[in-house]
């Protein structure tokens, strides 16, 4: 069974950095791409970023785009997400996920199958 987990999480001030991380169990991590989501209160869970499941092909949301890089370390089964010039309105509980097999559309929640929990990142000003 896959098991995604996230960690990294926690307070920052806007301005600062953070470092996300998405460790995969129960499936070889670099056969399949691999995105991130958050989802702030009161709001529906949005698209950050994604990789590919060699790392050639990343994808970000506009919002986030020059402020966060994904990368993979296929080794660890492993997943980060860098993100710096945090702004109070990134925050949000961060999730990683993967698809069952091949991704169409990497922006679209409903393309992802299995999730993590979730990790609280909060951004003060």
């Known amino acids: 069974q896959v098991q995604l987990m996230e960690s990294g999480g926690g307070l920052v001030q806007a301005g600062g950095s953070l470092s996300l991380s998405c460790a995969a169990s129960g499936r070889t991590a670099n056969d399949v791409a691999t995105g991130w989501f958050r989802q702030a209160p009161g709001e529906e869970r949005e698209f950050v970023a994604c990789?590919?499941?060699?790392?050639?092909?990343?994808y970000y949301a506009r919002s986030v785009k020059g402020r966060v890089t994904i990368s993979r370390d296929n080794a660890k089964n492993t997943v980060h997400l860098n993100m710096t010039n945090l702004r109070p309105e990134d925050t949000a509980i961060y999730y990683c996920?993967?698809?069952?097999?091949?991704?169409?559309?990497?922006?679209?929640?409903?393309?992802?199958?299995?999730w993590g929990q979730g990790t609280q990142v909060t951004v003060s000003s």
């Open positions: 990789i590919s499941w060699s790392g050639s092909s990343t």
């Open positions: 996920a993967q698809p069952e097999y091949t991704l169409v559309n990497p922006y679209s929640a409903g393309e992802y199958d299995y």
